[in-house]
């Protein structure tokens, strides 16, 4: 009896889970700020979805991006494959996964020269 009642609390609140959250909205191209470690040099950049923008001896490739409604509190998703050119022509794989705008932490992007953050997941016209 316990057992079917916790069933259907668990239930309902996936239910109201789904009616309480929208559905994030897909973007178009992503803003990143890469520190690079050596010179403390800050770089903004843009890169659209299904792009790659090489940043000193980092390869960046973006994959999809998402931004939560505006009715909801900020963050931005970014799926994202940074590859590091080891030698002339000869990369390796250092990140890949989603990232997240409010807690870089989260998903860490570990380098020995350069930090890389999700500033904004851009939609529409909001393109730079």
């Not at 950049?45 to 980092?58: D, F, L, Q, T």
């Given at each position: 009896m316990g057992t079917?009642?916790?069933?259907?609390?668990?239930?309902?609140?996936?239910?109201?889970?789904?009616?309480?959250?929208?559905?994030?909205?897909?973007?178009?191209?992503?803003?990143?700020?890469?520190l690079d470690k050596i010179s403390a040099r800050?770089?903004?950049?843009?890169?659209?979805?299904?792009?790659?923008?090489?940043?000193?001896?980092?390869?960046?490739e973006i994959f999809d991006c998402k931004k939560r409604p505006p009715e909801e509190v900020p963050e931005d998703f970014v799926l994202m494959r940074i590859m590091d050119e080891v030698s002339p022509n000869n990369f390796e794989r250092v990140f890949q996964g989603w990232m997240l705008s409010s807690s870089p932490s989260v998903t860490p992007f570990e380098h020995p020269l350069y930090d890389v953050w999700v500033k904004d997941c851009n939609i529409d016209n909001d393109s730079k």
């Open positions: 079917s009642i916790r069933l259907i609390f668990l239930l309902i609140s996936f239910l109201i889970n789904d009616c309480l959250f929208a559905a994030p909205v897909a973007g178009q191209s992503v803003d990143l700020q890469i800050i770089s903004n950049i843009n890169i659209m979805i299904n792009e790659k923008v090489k940043y000193g001896s980092i390869e960046i």
